[in-house]
């Protein structure tokens, strides 16, 4: 039976029930309301000095665990102060959830008044909102969900006014999951890895942010080809202890290497980048076969609903 609810205590309920388990931030009177419904549903929170660190602690957890994080956020400064984190994250492809409290609609003369969206999309961050009390779950799910799925880092904006107001929970307008694309690898890219690992000469494997999830499989990989690890700056540890790994690559290489043969599994091509714009530690003789674990994606919640 659907009860009657502030929006605040709403939007912690769905997120609880969509499995969100660890929030960070610096509570404020915005979020004060929204946090200690998360709690409520068995989430733990841990408090931050700082917005920031709240944020980079975020990206941290959901980047080791591969589940969706949250930063709980003041409107306005709460948000301005998280925004270094919250770009790395955006830019690392990281799930994380940021609940930032938002100005009452149409308050543009408040102190704590900043246009949230553009702000969060210029650090190429998702901004998503809390349109009415009406759509409130299905905006919090949809937002959820949007990170989950598309691994993206996701700003919520919540209008302090609508999560002071009433809604039904469950709502009436039902949420909207997102499906998760499977993997789809044909023979023939099977083959050409194949290939490339049987004609080279001194193969290496780069594992980036992406390799986490799967290092178990890659080092499997790497034993059977007779071939070396190593990682990029992001994945940086993803083979320790190994002891065919060669530590970190990039920036952090050593000059002159040999002419390897690369699989490179990151979650995201740029990882085999250098500064200086080409294959970083990777001679001009190379072939290369590339791998990214997050699904093809457009920008059409960039807008909002």
Request: proline share 5%; charged share 20%; net charge negative.
């Amino acid at each position: 039976m659907a009860q009657t609810m502030r929006v605040a205590d709403a939007v912690g309920r769905v997120l609880g029930d969509l499995g969100l388990l660890q929030i960070f931030g610096v509570v404020g009177s915005g979020n004060f309301r929204v946090t200690n419904a998360l709690l409520r549903e068995g989430a733990e929170f841990t408090a931050a000095r700082h917005e920031m660190g709240a944020a980079t602690m975020a990206d941290a957890y959901a980047r080791v665990t591969g589940d969706v994080s949250a930063v709980s956020l003041h409107q306005g400064c709460g948000l301005t102060n998280a925004l270094t984190g919250v770009a790395e994250a955006a830019k690392c492809h990281t799930p994380v959830l940021v609940l930032a409290a938002d100005t009452a609609q149409g308050d543009v003369t408040s102190n704590f008044y900043v246009d949230q969206d553009a702000l969060v999309a210029s650090v190429g961050a998702t901004p998503m909102r809390i349109h009415s009390a009406e759509s409130a779950v299905t905006d919090a799910a949809r937002a959820y969900h949007v990170a989950q799925v598309e691994r993206r880092t996701v700003v919520l904006s919540m209008p302090i006014d609508i999560q002071e107001e009433q809604t039904q929970y469950p709502a009436a307008r039902p949420t909207t999951a997102l499906s998760l694309p499977q993997p789809a690898v044909s023979h023939a890219e099977v083959q050409t890895l194949v290939d490339l690992l049987d004609a080279a000469e001194r193969p290496v494997i780069v594992g980036g942010r992406g390799a986490r999830a799967a290092k178990h499989d890659i080092r499997e990989l790497a034993e059977t080809a007779g071939a070396l690890l190593i990682a990029s700056g992001g994945g940086r540890g993803v083979f320790e202890g190994d002891e065919w790994a060669l530590d970190i690559m990039g920036g952090f290489a050593t000059e002159g290497p040999p002419p390897w043969s690369v699989r490179a599994t990151s979650s995201s091509p740029s990882a085999l980048r250098s500064t200086h714009g080409r294959p970083a530690g990777i001679a001009d003789r190379r072939d290369a076969a590339g791998a990214d674990r997050r699904p093809c994606r457009g920008d059409r919640y960039a807008q909002g609903r």
